[in-house]
């Protein structure tokens, strides 16, 4: 979890490994102020006197703390304010999980004098979570954490993977496995002489709304320092389970264009959703690559099961699958520290998120 002791442990922990490297690196610290949750979870949850067993029920982030006993009424979709009705005042709403922010739905809720909120979904995956997405500037602290980074200063190649994890769980895949293939990567490499900078960032902060360590970091920079990234590549959650490879199409024009078969692994399209890190430098024209694996996979089941949960332990990575994204980076390091021959003029892209 951000900025608790695990935390700034892994930071350190991070820090002290690349620059045990012979002195290859710049290291730098960077710090940013994030708002975070630290605890937070339902004491219990009865329906008419029947306690509903705590597997079935969680808290959003950033819910406010208190006791309700009201009556339940359903609402009729949540996305529009027409959805709700006029007597809801001191009454739980009860809310389709569907494909809006949850924030928005708890704000409609709450406008009509909603005493509380439950969003459900009718799947099979548990409770669903999430945040209620706070405003820049809600009242409560801000937590200070760090990045770690390498100033900006000629045209370079960005690596991150992010550091911490949610409170709900350890975040071995998500995302110790990117980190540790960084590091693995960052080890390699400081036994060459290379052409191009190479950036290695270990973004804080990710599991926040907007997150805000790589957001921070990118509004740092002035215009010709951003000019000067060539490309950004993010690895998150790259050891799960039950693993797919997944070829993102940043220009939205087609899925069916052939990608690269030097691996020769199979692989799919997928679409940039803003999900982790790379988000931030999509949003200043920066050409990214993600190496993110979320939902699906084989039918009917996660890519990870154990996302966001206690089960994300050394015991949930699949060793292959982090082996081979491992490869992945070594060959995008070793091919564009030596040359940006063949990539694209740097120009300022224009991308669309869809957000699920």
């Known amino acids: 979890m951000v900025s608790r002791p695990g935390h700034e442990a892994t930071i350190t922990w991070i820090k002290e490994r690349v620059e045990a490297l012979n002195k290859y690196y710049d290291v730098s610290l960077q710090s940013v102020w994030a ?46 304010k027409t959805d709700y009705p006029a007597d809801l ?9 569907r494909i809006w922010d949850f924030g928005i739905k708890w704000a409609l809720a709450g406008s ?14 548990g409770p669903v979570q999430g945040t209620l997405l706070p405003p820049p500037r809600p009242q409560g ?10 100033d900006v200063s000629e045209p370079i190649l960005i690596l991150g993977a992010h550091t911490n994890s949610i409170i709900a769980g350890p975040g071995i895949n998500d995302d110790g496995s990117g980190i540790n293939a960084l590091l693995e990567v960052a080890r390699a490499l400081s036994g060459y002489t290379v052409n191009n900078a190479v950036t290695f960032a270990f973004w804080t902060a990710e599991e926040l709304h907007q997150h ?7 509004q740092t920079l002035s215009a010709a320092e951003k000019s000067k990234i060539r490309a950004y590549l993010n690895f998150d959650m790259i050891a799960s389970p039950n693993y797919v490879n997944a070829i993102y199409d940043g220009d939205g ?5 052939a990608g690269p078969s030097a691996a020769g692994q199979n692989y799919t399209a997928a679409q940039f959703d803003g999900r982790s890190d790379y988000e931030a430098f999509l949003n200043e024209g920066i050409p990214t690559a993600e190496e993110v694996v979320m939902f699906g996979g084989e039918a009917g089941s996660p890519y ?12 949930n990575l699949n060793m292959d699958a982090l082996v ?27 991308v669309l998120l869809r957000r699920t």
């Open 35 to 80: 708002i975070a949750q630290f605890a937070g979870t339902v004491n219990a949850f009865s329906i008419d006197g029947s306690k509903m067993p705590k597997s079935s029920f969680s808290l959003f982030e950033f819910s406010p703390s208190g006791k309700v006993t009201v009556p339940l009424m359903i609402v009729n979709g949540g996305c529009n």
């Open 89 to 97: 005042a001191e009454k739980i709403a009860i809310i389709a999980r």
């Open 112 to 125: 009509l004098g909603a005493s509380g909120a439950i969003l459900y979904s009718i799947s099979d995956d």
């Open 141 to 150: 602290p801000y937590v200070p954490t760090l990045n770690i980074i390498k």
């Open 212 to 218: 805000p360590g790589s957001s921070h970091f990118l």
């Open 253 to 257: 024009k087609a899925f069916g264009t």
């Open 304 to 315: 990870d099961s154990c996302y966001h949960t206690a089960c994300d332990t050394v015991n």
């Open 324 to 350: 081979l994204r491992t490869m992945g980076i070594v060959e995008a390091v070793a091919m564009y520290a030596i040359s940006w021959a063949g990539f694209p003029k740097r120009e300022r892209l224009q």
